[in-house]
């Protein structure tokens, strides 16, 4: 018997537990895996699913520690280019300041899943799509637009609480250029933002 075949999957017990650990509700791995969340609820409770879905969820950061776990993940990769002679193709970079722990993984056009009621606002599981990134120096606040029209502005610190990325893009939105709110809502209106784009 091959190591891989002695490879143990996860109880749907412990599938549905790990995801809701690091943060990744159903909906939300339906959106980065490119499937239903009704799939996704079927494979969870499947004792014989393919590993291949255990390995992805294992292999999913953390969102409650997004920053830390994404360093990890370049670190191993780094550690992998070093042992075949390889050099990293990017500079390892600096250990980013709490306000810009999203610098790179949040830009216009982002878009990103309610992983709570955000208010009034959006329910939990609704996407919203990044249309503004305002640096004043000391860190990151994100304009987020909702299906429900409605917006706010997210300093990092809500987005911990609130809203986790979604891995994908809005293509209508990626050069946005905010002017106003009225620019902002007749854009909605006239469907620039794509909440739910193939994949």
């Not at 609704?126 to 987020?144: K, L, P, S």
Request: avoid cysteine; hydrophobic fraction near 40%.
């Amino acid at each position: 018997m091959s190591h891989a075949a002695e490879v143990s999957r996860l109880t749907p017990e412990q599938f549905k537990a790990l995801a809701r650990y690091k943060g990744w509700k159903f909906t939300m791995l339906a959106a980065r895996w490119g499937v239903t969340p009704e799939w996704i609820s079927e494979i969870s409770r499947n004792p014989e699913r393919d590993l291949r879905y255990d390995d992805a969820l294992i292999g999913l950061p953390n969102l409650n520690r997004l920053g830390r776990d994404l360093k990890a993940r370049g670190r191993q990769i780094d550690a992998a280019l070093a042992k075949l002679g390889a050099k990293p193709d990017r500079p390892v970079p600096a250990r980013p300041a709490p306000g810009y722990r999203y610098a790179g993984y949040l830009y216009p056009g982002a878009i990103l899943t309610a992983s709570a009621d955000v208010g009034s606002m959006a329910e939990e599981g609704m996407r919203g799509v990044v249309f503004q990134v305002i640096d004043d120096g000391a860190g990151q606040t994100y304009g987020v637009i909702f299906e429900s029209g409605m917006w706010d502005w997210f300093k990092p610190e809500h987005v911990d609480q609130y809203l986790a990325t979604a891995g994908l893009t809005s293509a209508g939105a990626e050069h946005y250029a905010y002017r106003d709110e009225t620019q902002l809502q007749d854009d909605f209106d006239a469907g620039v933002f794509d909440f739910w784009p193939a994949v």
